[in-house]
């Protein structure tokens, strides 16, 4: 005799519970969840049921959370390395999404020039720095858009670095800035990685957001710089303007194709989505985008290396760190973690020093360009004397 059991119905995902739970409700959930295992002793292979039924952690956060901590890579620190930033303030034009210290190039010419003198000072300085404390240079990192700047200017900032061993990569935040001319020098430097900030590839989303260029300028870009042999990095965003689920699949195949190592998923709620106003509806509409996109790109292979979470208080959304074949950004994670020196040089750079394995110091450069430029002198002292 046979029985035809009823199949088990699935229990609907109530979106309208933080999907983090409270105990977790952090910027650096993967740090909280490593303390966990070692205060209580759990193996790894419980990690989800433990994480679901015991702290009310939405399941999908519960996978995502054991895949990152199975596949971050292993950080040895040593007090002699350090990570440098260099932070270059300038584009041609001021993008509507931008949400870094731009400043349009052709209507600063007037205070430009100085800034560029003041960057170089800098640099030399913090060569000097770490030549004085036996520091050894792992990763360089340049945001904001150095390859705004003209050929001559770059060839003259990375003559000022030198360092040998060492990691470099940049960012590009529109594709007409790429060409042969500065890829070749970027080459001759031996930059590794060149992370492209294109937050989608659906045109009518980047005219809304006043980005001056369309899909195909993002691949002709791409094309040259895989062809002079870079690794690539993607940035896109969860919950861009009237892009709903059937957009985002198409982003992320799109990115998925063309190889990149890294593809790096950020959500930001009040500047890029369509509502301003953190209403119920636009949040689960949010919470239920990221879940896909994490779900989508564990399926192509991509596996999670950092995961840092924004918006805590309206609704805990969380940027990812994707990569393949052990391609993991590791500055991206020591970033994150500050468990390392860094040392930032240019407008709003970064500067932390650790203090113990779990506690550490910090301060920023000024934001403000005329700041920055007229108070240089001030702002090399101050470094010197911090990292002493």
């Known amino acids: 005799m046979r029985f035809n059991l009823p199949k088990a119905k699935e229990t609907p995902k109530n979106y309208k519970i933080i999907p983090w739970s ?23 292979d419980r990690l989800i049921n ?8 939405d399941r999908d956060k519960c996978i995502l959370i054991k895949s990152a901590l199975e596949n971050e890579p292993v950080l040895v620190n040593n007090d002699q390395e350090v990570n440098l930033t260099i932070n270059i303030p300038f584009c041609v034009w001021r993008c509507f999404n931008c949400t870094n210290v731009m400043y349009d190039k052709t209507k600063n010419q007037d205070i430009y020039p100085y800034f560029f003198d003041a960057l170089l000072k800098e640099l030399e300085s913090t060569k000097k720095l770490i030549n ?28 000022a670095l030198n360092y040998t061993f060492c990691n ?56 040259l710089i895989v062809g002079y042999g870079f690794e690539t990095s993607f940035e896109l965003v969860v919950g861009l303007i009237d892009e709903n689920q059937l957009k985002l699949e198409r982003n992320l195949e799109l990115a998925c194709e063309l190889g990149a190592s890294n593809i790096d998923l950020y959500s930001s709620h009040c500047r890029y989505i ?23 790109m564990l399926k192509k292979g991509y596996v999670p290396y950092f995961i840092y979470c924004s918006e805590i208080d309206g609704g805990c959304f969380e940027n990812v760190g994707w990569a393949i074949n052990n391609m993991a950004n590791k500055f991206y994670i020591e970033k994150t973690q500050k468990n390392t ?23 920023k450069n000024p934001y403000n360009i005329s700041q920055y430029v007229f108070g240089i002198d001030e702002i090399i002292q101050k470094k010197r004397d911090f990292f002493n």
């Not at 119920?280 to 239920?288: G, L, P």
């Open 132 to 159: 004085d404390k036996f520091f050894m240079v792992k990763n360089i990192a340049f945001t904001g858009n150095i390859m705004a700047l003209e050929e001559d200017k770059i060839e003259k900032i990375f003559n």
């Open 274 to 296: 369509d509502e301003p106003n953190k209403s119920s509806k636009n949040i689960i509409e949010q919470r239920k985008l990221l879940d896909f996109a994490n779900n989508y």
């Open 50 to 57: 433990k994480l679901n039924f015991d702290y009310n952690m």
């Open 168 to 223: 470099i990569s940049i960012e590009v935040g529109a594709p007409e800035f790429v060409s042969e001319e500065k890829l070749k020098i970027l080459k001759k430097y031996n930059v590794s990685r060149i992370i492209i900030n294109a937050l989608t590839f659906n045109t009518q989303t980047l005219r809304k957001l006043c980005r001056r260029f369309e899909f195909k300028d993002l691949y002709e870009a791409y094309k």
């Open 22 to 44: 409270e105990e977790f409700r952090c910027e650096f959930p993967v740090e909280k969840v490593k303390k966990l295992l070692k205060d209580e002793k759990i193996p790894l």
């Open 341 to 363: 020196i860094l040392i930032g040089c240019g407008t709003n750079a970064l500067n932390i020093k650790l203090k113990t394995n779990t506690e550490s110091e910090q301060f």
